[in-house]
């Protein structure tokens, strides 16, 4: 069963940290790299940050610097550690492999979770 379950999102001041993880299925973590992506409010969903199974990672320019992505394939979870946040990195994030999941012809996500990057 392919399960995707983000958490760690919340409300912070600008300057702030927050750390997201993702608890992914066996099937989906074991044979894909994973990565983050995120929505904000009108804009398309970007992926802004990915890691190969073996730990190459790349980042979108808008977040390189600051935020850092790691996986842990004893637990089958990838972890976005985000400082120095910015009003802009407001959005929902997902992770998701990459590219995204398609079942049924229809990509698959999880429920997400919100960042609010606000004073």
């Known amino acids: 069963q392919v399960q995707l379950v983000e958490s760690g999102g919340g409300l912070v001041q600008p300057g702030g940290s927050l750390r997201l993880s993702c608890a992914a299925s066996?099937?989906?973590?074991?044979?894909?790299?994973m990565g983050w992506y995120r929505q904000a409010p009108g804009k398309q969903r970007e992926l802004v940050a990915e890691?190969?199974?073996?730990?190459?990672?790349n980042y979108a320019d808008s977040v390189k610097g600051r935020f850092t992505i790691s996986r842990d394939n004893a637990k089958y979870t990838v972890y976005l550690q985000m400082n120095s946040l910015k009003p802009e990195d407001t959005a929902v994030y997902y992770c998701?492999?990459?590219?995204?999941?398609?079942?049924?012809?229809?990509?698959?996500w999880g429920q997400g979770t919100q960042v609010t990057v606000s004073s």
């Open positions: 890691i190969s199974s073996g730990g190459t990672t």
């Open positions: 066996g099937s989906i973590f074991s044979t894909h790299d």
């Open positions: 998701n492999s990459v590219p995204w999941i398609i079942i049924n012809r229809s990509p698959y």
